[in-house]
């Protein structure tokens, strides 16, 4: 039988042996039915067809019969890729028709290894997605909430319209939660995603400030919205101060568990901005525009774990004397600026 | 008897090889097997005229850097389109989807699902989406694999349209 087998495969006809070493991707057990031109009559069979049909296809019968994901397909009018259909037995196939002058050709290739090998990186990455969904949501409730509340507090003074104010804002990342991202299981992820959001979050709503977006691994919050007592680049400071404290807290308590840390860094900048209410009594939503605001984002991608970048603006207007460390820095998009870097120290705690 | 190929369509997670798991098995599970390419289910529908032999494609789902090739929706007689009705984003990716359907197959009957709707709780599609949903396309159902809710009725449906074409 292997003899025969071996015999046919060599036996392969040139469009087909063409095709297969057209794909880069390595495909096994080849298997071929030639049909009659227009029709869809098995005229010859070839390969491991074994591999693929129980009983091999007749000669002279309907290719339908035997091979029924064709249902519709017939007879072939133009070349075309059927790829990874799952099997009975749970083997992948490829399934590739193509035409030539006096008659159409079905070939058979097994692709179940690289099938199975690709399933295990699409797994993770789509469970991080569903699990990413929910956690989203979670948060994303949180931040309209937020303002929904203070909004009917009356605590919120904002026209709909649009209004001129001099904000903070604050930008905060985790660092290094890519790499941490792909080589973990996806619950763990967002656990500890969560952990971090938390210390995050805490002490931004605990100065007064307003979430206005959580990006995938980090947030956004302008301060000097909220009604507080402090102005807003103090509360937005604090808040920053906070947030470096409570990530060395939980890197202590991780640390201790054998567990993975992550730093965290942030971005303040202040200045004028446009505020508005957009959206329904519902689903009202905040937004700030102004151009610190790009500036706070891109201090807060260039600020190292467990440091504080502050622009000029931000540093001068601070009622409390901070100690840090001026400098200048290339900001994409920006260019040379001077910056302040605070550091949080441990003895700080 | 009649046979028709059913596709299966929708971003990745959003419940379609559970939806088919309830309506051919009448199973359901909380773990999430994420399918490659396509697995062929087949069940006999009795429709009060007749019975009809439905092929159903569960094809996988469309991401970023996967998209769903065409050649898949090769016979094709009719399309279930399913949205993840806890995460909107997964609707105008079905719809994008329909698109290329369209293009490729032509005019074919569609049934459109938000499904998940036992999650009540992280349900995120407002009432207005369902609006324009139910103004834009003919069969449009809130249906839960986990339950069971609607999902008999998608099938049935789709079966319906496909013989009355
Ligand atoms: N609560 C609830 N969960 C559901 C429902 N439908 C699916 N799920 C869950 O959602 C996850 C994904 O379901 P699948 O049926 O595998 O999704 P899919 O669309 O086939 O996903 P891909 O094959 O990756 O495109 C699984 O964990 C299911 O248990 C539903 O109606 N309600
Ligand atoms: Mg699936």
Redesign the interface.
Known sequence: MSERLHHSCHAMPEILAKRLTLNATQRFQPAWLQLTKGGSDILTVGGAWQHYFDVSPRLGTDVSEAC??????LPLVDD???????LVDGQ?TDVIALCDHDSDWLLFCDVSEE?EK??KY??I???L??LQ??HQ?TLNRYVGSEVVRRDAEGGLSIKAKGERRVISTLFTDIRGFTPFNESQDAQVVIETLNEYMTCMLDPILNQAGMIDKITGDGAMAVFGVLDSEHGCIDDAFVAGKQILKAVQTLNEQRQKQGLEQLGVGVGIASGEAVLGMLGTHHRRCFTAIGPHVNRAARLESNAPAGDILLDRDSYLALHQPIDCLPMSLNLKGIGDTCVYVWHHKKTNT | MIQKKICVLGAAGVGKTSLIAQFVYSKFSEKYLSSMGVKIDRKIVQLESQQVNLMIWDIHGEEKFKKITSSYFRGASGVIMVADGTRPDTLSVAQNIFQRVEQDVGNIPSVWLLNKVDLEDQWCMSEGVVKQLNEKYVSVYQSSAKTGENVEQTFFNIAENMLNV
């Open positions: 029924e994901v064709l249902l519709g397909m075309f890729e059927l790829s990874q259909i799952q992948y099938t690709f399933q699409q797994q990455s789509n469970d997605l569903l969904g929910q949501r």
